[in-house]
């Protein structure tokens, strides 16, 4: 493949699907004002959208500029955003009864989540 010619494949197809979609999503987001009520899972889906366009342009245009070191700070950053997530559905979840809560129980729900991610 040249540089700077992107060839029209299944995976590019695919690819160009999902970012279509995930660009939807975090259009979904900012116009219901999502945002506001989930930071976390709207700053996963804006990061991922960023992440995967990068990646993919780099990786078309500038074949191995990516390597190991930028799909292991990638994973970092995606695996912190995850627990997140986790933590922040959770927390939601719990809305009913946080009256009841202390902050303490966001911590705790928070470690559960760390110490299971550890555990698999």
């Not at 342009?57 to 970092?76: K, N, Q, R």
Request: glycine share 10%.
């Amino acid at each position: 493949m040249q540089s700077g010619k992107v060839s029209v494949s299944l995976g590019n197809v695919l690819w160009l699907l999902g970012a279509v979609i995930d660009a939807a999503l975090v259009g979904l987001l900012i116009y219901r004002r999502a945002w506001r009520s989930f930071p976390f899972f709207f700053a996963y889906c804006v990061s991922d959208l960023c992440v995967n366009g990068g990646t993919f342009l780099a990786d078309h245009f500038s074949p191995g500029i990516v390597g190991l070191h930028g799909y292991f700070a990638e994973t970092i950053w995606d695996s912190v955003l995850q627990v997140s997530v986790l933590v922040e559905l959770a927390w939601s979840v719990l809305r009913p009864l946080r009256a009841q809560l202390t902050r303490k129980t966001l911590m705790a729900v928070a470690g559960i989540f760390l110490i299971a991610g550890a555990v698999i």
